[in-house]
């Protein structure tokens, strides 16, 4: 699964900001990022009355609306999930998942602190990637500025984006499978088979597999 990094803070303290400008430049950078949102309250996405909001109302699972360069899918979730299950809809094929929010689970952060919001960390230090700060603060950390966008992007690139390696996820029923190195392998050698035998892709970076079983 992609890595996940998990922008927090007190409300207010530029958290959209910074999420933005490092969108920006891991983009530059030739980057896949997909963004999550944790939205303390229940929304309503859609708009009422029209054709994808009364499919849903109606109690389709996915309703989606897509044009020539866009695609909007509202789906059903059972309970509030964690970024590592909203990954799969939102992120399985980008490098890095970028969250704003999801403060409780235990994912690196990079924590933005305003001087004027007090020096209290609303994260333990051991899950700490990084403060982002307008005064220096005695915390065991790397510390930067809000300005410090492209050093920002290489401690992320660096930590998490500089393996070579091939990788492969599994998911069963939408709940994600850590697998050992030797399962790893041995999924990512039959997937390679499949691939090889589709004789009309000379590659194939990325391969989505959905099985279902007759119960």
Same mark, same amino acid.
């Given at each position: 699964?992609? *890595?996940?990094?998990? /922008?927090?803070?007190?409300?207010?303290?530029?958290?959209?900001?910074?999420?933005?400008?490092?969108?920006?430049?891991?983009?530059?950078?030739?980057?896949? /990022?997909?963004?999550?949102?944790?939205?303390?309250?229940?929304?309503?996405?859609?708009?009422?009355?029209?054709?994808?909001?009364?499919?849903?109302?109606?109690?389709?699972?996915?309703?989606?609306?897509?044009?020539?360069?866009?695609?909007?899918?509202?789906?059903?979730?059972?309970?509030?999930?964690?970024?590592?299950?909203?990954?799969?809809?939102?992120?399985?094929?980008?490098?890095?998942?970028?969250?704003?929010? *999801? +403060?409780?689970?235990?994912?690196?952060?990079?924590?933005?602190?305003?001087?004027?919001?007090?020096?209290?960390?609303?994260?333990?230090?051991?899950?700490?990637?990084?403060?982002?700060?307008?005064?220096?603060?005695?915390?065991?950390?790397?510390? *930067?500025?809000? +300005?410090?966008?492209?050093?920002?992007?290489?401690?992320?690139?660096?930590?998490?984006?500089?393996?070579?390696?091939?990788?492969?996820?599994?998911?069963?029923?939408?709940?994600?499978?850590?697998?050992? +190195?030797?399962?790893?392998?041995?999924?990512?050698?039959?997937?390679?088979?499949?691939?090889?035998?589709?004789?009309?892709?000379?590659?194939?970076?990325?391969?989505?597999? *959905?099985?279902?079983?007759?119960?």
């Amino acid at each position: 699964m992609p *890595f996940i990094v998990s /922008i927090v803070g007190k409300s207010d303290s530029g958290k959209t900001t910074l999420l933005e400008a490092l969108i920006k430049v891991l983009k530059q950078r030739g980057r896949r /990022i997909a963004v999550i949102k944790h939205a303390a309250d229940a929304f309503e996405f859609d708009t009422p009355n029209k054709d994808s909001w009364r499919f849903s109302q109606a109690g389709s699972e996915v309703s989606a609306i897509s044009s020539k360069d866009r695609l909007a899918v509202i789906r059903r979730l059972e309970n509030d999930p964690d970024p590592q299950t909203l990954a799969q809809y939102a992120g399985a094929d980008c490098d890095l998942v970028l969250t704003e929010g *999801f +403060k409780q689970y235990p994912y690196p952060k990079i924590e933005i602190i305003r001087g004027d919001q007090g020096s209290d960390l609303v994260s333990p230090p051991e899950q700490l990637l990084a403060i982002v700060t307008d005064k220096p603060l005695d915390v065991n950390v790397p510390q *930067f500025t809000s +300005k410090a966008v492209a050093e920002i992007a290489d401690l992320i690139e660096q930590k998490y984006l500089a393996s070579t390696e091939d990788s492969v996820d599994l998911y069963v029923d939408g709940t994600y499978v850590p697998l050992d +190195k030797a399962g790893r392998n041995l999924l990512l050698r039959t997937l390679a088979a499949i691939g090889s035998g589709l004789k009309k892709f000379d590659q194939l970076p990325r391969l989505s597999i *959905f099985m279902r079983r007759k119960s």
